[in-house]
């Protein structure tokens, strides 16, 4: 019998790695929590922990290691806190495979040491691809690391395109819900609170997700992932809002035949696919019953209303650094929704201006990279501050 695959996770306490921690936790025979990574949240930490008895436990919030420590280091668990210790864990010889569930840029660095270390990685941090889609992908071509894409989405355009050619691939087609403002008017929209975006009509996501998937950025930032995740031309990729979320992709094909992943709109899924190395783990999820499939309906977005989805057209035609300036704004600018301190239209406008003020880089490398989100993140803020003189 072959012994469990260590996982780490990075992100444990979130809404994907809690889901991926279920699923371990009813496979014990296939796959082990290694590694265990939270930002803030220790006392969950902890508890998971406990429970899972990882060989490493890590907090970001370097502040909250004297809490984990004292709490883990009688059971045998080893801690750590800090970026850095963030990014040594997912290099330890023992892990296997690396479940990248956290959100925004603090997700780039350790996948980047994950793909150096050559473990194979369960992608559900959309941001290392948006950010770094060109650098990251070189790196891949160095390495036996191999990346399973946990977005919903994504693991659909994947599981579409298993056994196909892909010269006979016409186009990649993204579904979108259209959030919780997808039949609001604009001048509705306008005076949305962040408590009205954070309730989204089908997924249970984080608060930041939820926000990028009212913005529809979530959206734009999936066309871009999947640019350089497929390695497909940005004219072949192509967005659809679908309201039940059933479909989660589909994928056209050059005789006009389209292929559609379904399921209910559950994380466990696409989760399991993934651990499992795109070998498919009985039991991840609710089944999709066939009366859920009477009614299924698609629209075209409304940039007008969405105007974050034209960022993805921006992104990828100015290319270089600028995914990252976006992403950098974006995360400022949602954050200071979050907060009430800015209104929702509020977001577009300071993301297009950081992008009018920060440095274009053509071929970044890392270096610039960190260069790039410091800095766009600075102007972000600068301008939010200026708004709410």
Request: charged letters at 25%.
């Amino acid at each position: 019998m072959n012994s469990p695959k260590n996982i780490a996770i990075l992100g444990s306490t979130g809404s994907i790695g809690t889901q991926t921690l279920d699923i371990i936790g009813g496979h014990p025979e296939m796959y082990r929590a290694t590694v265990l990574v939270a930002g803030r949240r220790v006392e969950e930490l902890i508890e998971q922990a406990r429970k899972f008895r990882p060989t490493l436990a890590v907090i970001a919030d370097e502040s909250a290691y004297g809490r984990l420590r004292d709490a883990l280091e009688p059971l045998g668990i080893r801690t750590a806190a800090g970026a850095e210790a963030v990014a040594d864990a997912v290099a330890l010889p023992e892990v296997d495979m690396v479940v990248t569930a956290t959100v925004g840029y603090s997700g780039l660095e350790p996948t980047i040491r994950a793909i150096r270390a050559g473990k194979d990685i369960a992608l559900a941090n959309k941001e290392t691809l948006v950010v770094a889609g060109d650098y990251v992908r070189r790196l891949l071509a160095e390495s036996p690391s191999r990346v399973y894409p946990v977005d919903s989405e994504h693991s659909a355009v994947y599981q579409c395109l298993e056994g196909e050619s892909r010269d006979k691939v016409r186009r990649l087609i993204i579904t979108a819900s259209g959030g919780p403002f997808r039949t609001w008017s604009r001048e509705h929209i306008a005076s949305a609170t962040a408590a009205d975006a954070l309730k989204h009509p089908n997924w249970d996501m984080g608060a930041k997700i939820t926000i990028d998937s009212a913005t529809m950025m979530n959206k734009a930032f999936e066309i871009i992932e999947a640019r350089w995740l497929f390695d497909m031309e940005p004219e072949r990729i192509s967005a659809i809002v679908h309201p039940q979320s059933i479909i989660h992709s589909m994928v056209e094909f050059t005789d006009g035949a389209i292929k559609a992943q379904m399921g209910v709109p559950d994380m466990r899924l696409p989760i399991a696919y993934a651990l499992g190395c795109a070998e498919r783990l009985a039991g991840a999820e609710r089944p999709l019953q066939p009366e859920q499939l009477a009614v299924l309906t698609f629209e075209q977005p409304d940039t007008d209303r969405f105007p974050c989805l034209t960022l993805a057209d921006e992104a990828i035609r100015r290319a270089g650094n600028t995914a990252c300036v976006i992403n950098a704004a974006n995360e400022i600018a949602v954050a200071a929704y979050l907060n009430d301190r800015i209104g929702f239209y509020d977001i577009y406008d300071t993301i297009t201006a950081t992008l009018a003020r920060a440095s274009f880089v053509a071929r970044p490398d890392y270096a610039d990279y960190v260069a790039s989100n410091a800095e766009a993140r600075a102007i972000a803020a600068e301008i939010i501050n200026q708004k709410r003189l």
